[in-house]
């Protein structure tokens, strides 16, 4: 029975994500920004451990972690939090630039750190689910972009230094995808909403699934997901 820590798992990609490894009997643990979050993701998924830690103040995930029990050994780590707020380069405050980064940068950096030792032991798989704004940067989308961008340089670092020790890392990219977070897209950008135009939840999650599932003598590195209509 494998074991997975999943930080997002409320809604979107990482809700459907941590309903299929449910289903298929692993252990789940799932990090959660307070205790009132953290009740919620329980109720929806019995059974599953829970870990408090706030994504937006990564330099105190160190300690909340400290104080709580860990997973021994860890099969994988799926990065699928992560925030947005547009705005043009003349207009974005301080403030949605270090939230941006903090959320969709450096506490995936620090919570990798703090489980790598688990990852090891077993030789887990760090995933991060980034964004098609990870590869390419649009108008309005300058924060976003760029945490993302520092995203794959991660990963692609983290590869190189954790090949050795047996842990392999992926890096997904899917294209617009009908969560409640391109809602908010939607809004900020002015236009109706339609979710039937986008990616699905579940196609990413199949792209992450299959990631796991690889033999042992392959590594899904890079994994592009673009709207099929």
Not at 64 to 77: K, Y
Not at 82 to 106: F, R, Y
Not at 156 to 174: K, M
Request: charged content about 20%; hydrophobic content about 45%; aromatic content about 4%.
């Amino acid at each position: 029975m494998a074991a997975h820590l999943i930080t997002g798992a409320g809604s979107g990609i990482g809700a459907v994500l941590a309903e299929r490894l449910a289903e298929r009997g692993d252990d789940l643990w799932l990090l959660a920004r307070d205790a009132r979050r953290a009740a919620e993701l329980r109720e929806r998924f019995p059974g599953a451990q829970t870990l408090v830690g706030d994504l937006g103040d990564p330099a105190k995930l160190s300690w909340a972690l400290g104080h709580q029990a860990l997973p021994v050994e860890l099969d994988s780590l799926l990065h699928v939090a992560g925030m947005v707020e547009l705005g043009a380069v003349g207009e974005l405050p301080v403030k949605a630039w270090q939230s941006t980064l903090a959320v969709n940068l450096v506490a995936p950096a620090e919570l990798t750190r703090l489980l790598l030792p688990s990852l090891r032991l077993v030789k887990g798989h760090v995933v991060f689910v980034n964004s098609g704004a990870g590869l390419s940067a649009s108008a309005e989308w300058s924060a976003y972009a760029a945490s993302k961008h520092g995203l794959k340089a991660l990963a692609d670092a983290l590869r190189q230094e954790e090949h050795a020790n047996g842990v392999r890392v992926t890096s997904v990219y899917p294209g617009r995808t009908a969560t409640a977070m391109q809602a908010k897209v939607h809004q900020q950008e002015g236009k109706a909403y339609d979710e039937e135009r986008f990616i699905a939840p579940e196609s990413v999650v199949k792209a992450i699934l299959a990631a796991l599932d690889a033999s042992r003598d392959a590594e899904l590195t890079d994994i592009t997901v673009r709207p099929g209509r």
